[in-house]
Antibody, heavy 120, light 108 residues
Framework: QVHLQESGPGLVKPSQTLSLTCSVSGGSIGNRDYYWSWIRQPPGKGPEWIGHIYYSGSAYYNPSLKSRLVLSVDTSKNQFSLKLTSVTAADTAIYYC????????????WGQGTLVTVSS | SYVLTQSPSVSVAPGQTARISCGGDNIGSRSVHWYQQKPGQAPVVVVHDDTDRPSGIPERFSGSNSGNTATLTISRIEAGDEADYFCQVWDSSSDHVVFGGGTKLTVL
């Protein structure tokens, strides 16, 4: 049973960079059957896909975030990461990492989520 | 970009059947996935690829997809089914994931 766990600061100042890491256990991030994804959910709202990355480093980004976003993967640590620059209050959300089936494009495993608040 | 539309809320009495819809342009040509999210928890997939149920999901959960509407049907509603439900597709024309806005299911 794969387990995903997000980690990173819970508070980020406006204009700074939001950095999160997802640690994967119980399965290899090098498994070719999956993409590794980030999804966020502002309080009281629906989920918003941020992007996903393959073990090879090939990544897909939400066009609305693409100019501020970098996803990366570290197969040696079984982790993948997100960096979102120039954050504003609109980036305040619960951030989830999740595993997505390659070719089927649905999320079969999710982390518990971490609340990131953008505030001075 | 592709848009998925869900009704904000549905209310159903215990033992009855809930139908939660997800509208989109020719959505019947896409694979639709459904998630259940209870307060304070991450979403859980309950139906994927229109009609498939992951192991551990009760048979009471079923899906259909045709034309411009996909539907999640939950039969014999229980109090524990009260949650938000989201539909999701992959938009191959733009290479990104799309979520619906969600439907809050209230068990009366």
């Amino acid at each position: 049973q794969v387990h995903l766990q997000e980690s990173g600061p819970g508070l980020v100042k406006p204009s700074q960079t939001l950095s999160l890491t997802c640690s994967v256990s119980g399965g290899s991030i090098g498994n070719r059957d999956y993409y590794w994804s980030w999804i966020r959910q502002p309080p009281g709202k629906g989920p918003e896909w941020i992007g996903h990355i393959y073990y090879s480093g090939s990544a897909y980004y939400n066009p609305s975030l693409k100019s501020r976003l970098v996803l990366s993967v570290d197969t040696s640590k079984n982790q993948f990461s997100l960096k979102l620059t120039s954050v504003t209050a609109a980036d305040t959300a619960i951030y989830y990492c999740a595993r997505m089936f390659y070719s089927y494009y649905y999320f079969d495993s999710w982390g518990q989520g971490t609340l990131v608040t953008v505030s001075s | 970009s592709y848009v998925l539309t869900q009704s904000p809320s549905v209310s159903v009495a215990p033992g009855q059947t809930a139908r939660i819809s997800c509208g989109g342009d020719n959505i019947g040509s896409r694979s639709v996935h459904w998630y259940q999210q209870k307060p304070g928890q991450a979403p859980v997939v309950v139906v994927h690829d229109d009609t498939d149920r992951p192991s551990g999901i009760p048979e009471r959960f079923s899906g259909s997809n045709s034309g411009n509407t996909a539907t999640l049907t939950i039969s014999r509603i229980e109090a524990g089914d009260e949650a938000d439900y989201f539909c999701q597709v992959w938009d191959s024309s733009s290479d990104h994931v799309v979520f619906g806005g969600g439907t809050k299911l209230t068990v009366l």
